[in-house]
């Protein structure tokens, strides 16, 4: 029991109140304003593992990976983001401080750094696995966005490192530690931030840091406190909405009001609700720690616009850490035995499980390709085919890292991040 607890940890991977700071703004914010080379977000661009537009990828890994800059860092969990020319990265520091630094992307040449108090340790049980930064951060042209262990959130500009404003979320209203630390990766939108924090999820604006709205505050216990997935943006039933999943409950959540128009329970060990849900169409998977894995189609009537939360499918695959991808009519799937597995959407079937790939693992997939990096640093190119299990071509590229990894794909040698437990490593991904 206590080495299923422990991982609980890992969890990453995979709010009136007085904002700090004058500085005088050097952007606009401008969410929709992201070049081709961004990964600017938690899971990437649209926060489903899918980059944005790219090239087709090259057929192989070896051979074709060349090293552009490595830096060596402090722990962390969080997986790397880009924009404008930059990646910024996080670590814990001497368990004392968060940091976080901005490299160029092009040299690895460090532009700034800034760094806050920040650290706190976790249930002994989970003491193993760390007790370092793990949200992944999230940033726009001139804003980048962090959430620290100890649910404080700051706003830095992109460019200096300067601090805009920054909330300690328990010192400005009360709200209890998350007792394994803050996991949620915030998400910018439309000039404003949405995080679940151990107060609830909830709305800010970007500019300023002023709380808009707070909903979804959860239970006071450690199982149902806080929560470890983070929320994305899709259109269900001709609604824009935030899907969210707490640490007992999947739900659609109005972006304005954050009223919460839709709620499923969904069983999990311990309150491990722990990936992203994904959006297919008018449906939404997800796959819980000792649950099962289930597919809801969610309908709204249109006389009475009450909305209607039907589970089309469920069976015993268990999900855990890993959020998954969807390629065409098929969800592809990192499992809590370690394999990997490909379900239809229509109806949930298995078409194959991988014998065991590792204990987590992140994914990106352009077309019908999946990169994934597994925990033991091996970087897989995978072709998405329901027929069988395919692994064009693997790569060691870090001794050990849980974050999740960053791909650009603007022209035909792709940028791919690496970000081990102790390090952060640049390759190009050059075609033969």
């Known amino acids: ?3 299923r607890a422990s991982r609980l940890l890992l969890a990453v991977f995979c709010f009136s109140f007085a904002p700090t700071g004058t500085l005088t703004p050097a952007h606009s914010a401008e969410p929709d304003r992201l070049d081709s080379d961004s990964w600017n977000q938690w899971r990437g661009p649209n926060r489903d593992g899918t980059l944005a537009q790219s090239a087709p990828w090259p057929d192989r890994l070896s051979g074709n990976l060349e090293k552009a800059w490595s830096v060596p860092l402090g722990p962390s969990y969080s997986g ?3 924009v404008d020319g930059m990646v910024f990265t996080t670590e814990t520091v001497n368990k004392q401080f968060e940091r976080v630094t901005a490299y160029d992307i092009a040299t690895g040449e460090m532009r700034w750094e800034r760094q806050w108090e920040g650290s706190m340790s976790v249930p002994f049980f989970a003491a193993a696995n760390g007790d370092w930064i793990r949200a992944t951060p999230a940033c726009v042209p001139g804003y980048l966005v962090v959430l620290g262990m100890r649910d404080v959130l700051v706003c830095l500009d992109t460019e200096t490192g300067e601090e805009r404003w920054k909330i300690d979320f328990p010192a400005q209203t009360g709200s209890s530690l998350q007792p394994f630390g803050a996991a949620c990766s915030p998400l910018i939108h439309n000039g404003a931030i949405y995080v679940q924090v151990g107060a609830g999820l909830t709305k800010l604006s970007l500019e300023s840091g002023e709380v808009l709205w707070t909903v979804l505050s959860g239970g006071d216990d450690m199982m149902s406190r806080g929560a470890f997935s983070s929320p994305s943006i899709a259109t269900l039933a001709g609604q824009e909405q935030l899907l969210v999943q707490t640490r007992e409950e999947l739900c659609g959540v109005s972006l304005d009001t954050g009223d919460v128009f839709w709620r499923e329970k969904i069983e999990a060990f311990r309150g491990m609700n722990i990936l992203t849900p994904l959006a297919i169409g008018d449906s ?9 894995s ?7 009537d249109d006389s009475t616009k009450a909305w209607m939360v039907n589970e089309r499918w469920n069976q015993k695959t268990q999900g855990y850490m890993s959020s998954p991808v969807v390629v065409e009519d098929h969800v592809y799937l990192h499992l809590k035995n370690e394999r990997f597995t490909c379900l239809s959407v229509a109806d949930g079937s298995i078409q194959w499980t991988s014998p065991p790939v590792g204990k987590y693992w992140s994914m990106v997939r352009n077309g019908n390709r999946i990169l994934s990096l597994s925990a033991d640093g091996k970087l ?4 998405a085919n329901p027929g069988e299990f395919t692994v064009l071509d693997t790569q060691e590229v870090a001794d050990d890292s849980w974050a999740h990894l ?3 794909g603007a022209d035909d040698q792709p ?3 690496i970000r081990a437990l102790k390090s952060l490593t640049s390759y190009r991904w050059k075609n033969p």
């Open 1 to 3: 029991m206590r080495l």
């Open 380 to 383: 897989r190119l995978i072709d």
């Open 406 to 408: 960053a791909v650009s």
């Open 80 to 82: 790397p983001v880009m």
């Open 284 to 292: 939404v998977f997800t796959a819980a720690h000792s649950g099962k």
């Open 294 to 300: 289930q597919l809801f189609d969610i309908q709204r």
């Open 415 to 417: 940028l791919i991040l």
